[in-house]
């Protein structure tokens, strides 16, 4: 799973910080007046705040230690699960996200899936990760030989070009398909991705490749 969050990673930096000064950017600029005004305070806070997410991060550093073999997975994975449980914000987010993964590292890939859907399904978490959670949970459920057609049509809404994570989708299209012995859309989901200039490097090379292994 590393590899996937690797590309993960070069999606999201891709698609995300536009959004983000386009959401965010004026709101910081006009409170910067507001943070120089409360100095004292703001320093204050923020001092006790990063102690709290050092101790988060101390945490996760530690639970996804666990997970650096097969055999530590369980043990990740549930240190990760009681991590989102005591926490909020982006380290509950990120430690649901792990959990899952690590579930499927120690080889309950069907159940990797379902962690990954209860994400998908959850309303307080932003579209963005809930679209996130929905190609990883098709992507553990093929691990899991889950049935094709109805892991494709969970993955269907994820495949348009205004996606976030359109290319790891097709690349997940492409391997159901295959599995499903449909070589052309197979084939059809990889030039997606080799051919277009903005996917990640990672995932065009492969997509590359697995086009070269097929017989594109």
């Not at 004292?40 to 945490?59: H, I, N, P, V």
């Not at 978490?125 to 992507?139: F, H, P, S, T």
């Not at 391997?175 to 449909?182: F, I, M, T, V, Y």
Request: aromatic letters at 6%; a negative charge; glycine letters at 8%.
């Amino acid at each position: 799973m590393a590899d996937i969050f690797n590309e993960i990673d070069e999606e999201l930096r891709a698609d995300k910080a536009k959004q983000a000064w386009q959401r965010y950017g004026k709101i910081a600029i006009a409170g910067a007046a507001v943070i120089v005004a409360c100095a004292a305070g703001y320093t204050y806070w923020q001092k006790s705040e990063r102690a709290a997410q050092l101790e988060l991060a101390d945490r996760y550093a530690a639970a996804l230690a666990l997970g650096a073999s097969k055999e530590g997975a369980p043990a990740s994975a549930q240190a990760l699960a009681a991590l989102a449980s005591e926490s909020s914000g982006g380290f509950a987010l990120l430690g649901r996200l792990q959990s899952a993964a690590m579930i499927g590292e120690a080889g309950d890939h069907l159940a990797s899936a379902d962690a990954y859907r209860a994400i998908a399904n959850d309303t307080s978490v932003e579209a963005l990760y809930r679209d996130l959670a929905v190609v990883l949970a098709v992507a553990q459920g093929a691990a899991g030989n889950g049935d094709s057609e109805a892991l494709m049509k969970e993955l269907e809404l994820q495949l348009g070009d205004e996606k976030p994570w359109r290319y790891t989708a097709r690349q997940v299209a492409a391997g159901l398909s295959l599995a499903r012995g449909d070589t052309a859309a197979a084939k059809d989901f990889l030039t997606r991705i080799s051919d277009d200039p903005n996917a990640p490097l990672g995932l065009r090379g492969s997509a590359a490749e697995l086009l070269r292994s097929i017989g594109s």
